[in-house]
């Protein structure tokens, strides 16, 4: 792991990615109008980048952005990666400690996710407090390098207090709907039926998806603060449950985009 992680480090470096402070990894749907925010791009294809997986899904751009965004310099994920795609959870989160070594310090992460809380609609945002893993999966598991992390990291916080009070108080500012709840992350690529929806909701969880955990375990166990927001893209009611329209999801997400922008681009200026 530590070779892949060099390998890929040095080819970044290479290529002019120097000492980028923030770290984006934007989801389904998401990322195009962020993406224009960035000056002085440098975009580079996950193809091209040793040892990075390549992403399989028709709506991930698949490359990596490196330029200036209100003065600080970021490194943005036009797409990630998933493990219903085949890939390790080591391979999942490759490009998160890639960040680590080449200088990140804060990671802000969205996705697209499905809304189990019926006092929330599809189209709002919500900024996550706490997650729970159902992947069946760990990036932490097999050999700790004490290099990039303890063996056993703490996770009574894994979403940055600081930065979800900061994200709260520009979408008070800038009268954005910004639910606060808790993610539940599960294998996919199926969605859920009636009886899984219920389950996860009475378990805890607010929304569901199929990303985001993997890659907020390694933040924490590399010590980089992060912060997510889901744009909830379908309501998830077991009892008027309508069949999925993965177009329909991707659309909506879109048309959230606006929002999850204007709330990340004005956290990168106070950070």
């Given at each position: 792991m530590l070779k892949e992680i060099q390998e890929a480090t040095e080819y970044l470096t290479s290529r002019g990615i120097v000492e980028p402070e923030v770290g984006i990894i934007l989801g389904t749907?998401?990322?195009?109008?962020?993406v224009k925010e960035i000056k002085k791009q440098i975009a580079i294809p996950y193809n091209s980048i040793p040892k990075f997986p390549i992403s399989t899904v028709e709506f991930h751009k698949g490359q990596l952005i490196y330029g200036e965004l209100k003065g600080k310099k970021v490194l943005a994920m036009h797409g990630r990666f998933h493990y219903y795609e085949g890939y390790s959870m080591q391979q999942i989160t490759l490009p998160v400690r890639v960040m680590k070594m080449l200088g990140v310090k804060h990671l802000l992460i969205s996705n697209a996710a499905g809304n189990m809380n019926l006092n929330w609609k599809k189209g709002q945002l919500m900024l996550i407090d706490d997650h729970i893993n159902l992947i069946g999966d760990n990036p932490l598991r097999g050999k700790n390098y004490d290099m990039l992390g303890p063996r056993f990291p703490d996770m009574s916080a894994p979403y940055s207090k600081e930065l979800n009070k900061k994200l709260k108080a520009i979408a008070k500012d800038k009268g954005i709907t910004l639910n606060e709840g808790v993610y539940v992350s599960v294998m996919g690529p199926n969605l859920e039926t009636?009886?899984?929806?219920?389950?996860?909701?009475?378990?805890g969880a607010d929304a569901v998806g199929m990303s985001t955990v993997p890659e907020v375990i390694v933040a924490n166990h590399t010590g980089i603060p992060c912060c997510a927001i889901s744009v909830l893209t379908d309501d998830c009611d077991p009892d008027n449950l309508k069949p999925a329209n993965i177009e329909e999801i991707v659309n909506i997400a879109g048309k959230a985009e606006p929002m999850l922008t204007e709330l990340y681009v004005e956290l990168i200026k106070q950070l």
């Open positions: 749907g998401l990322g195009n109008l962020f009636r009886a899984e929806y219920r389950f996860l909701h009475r378990i």
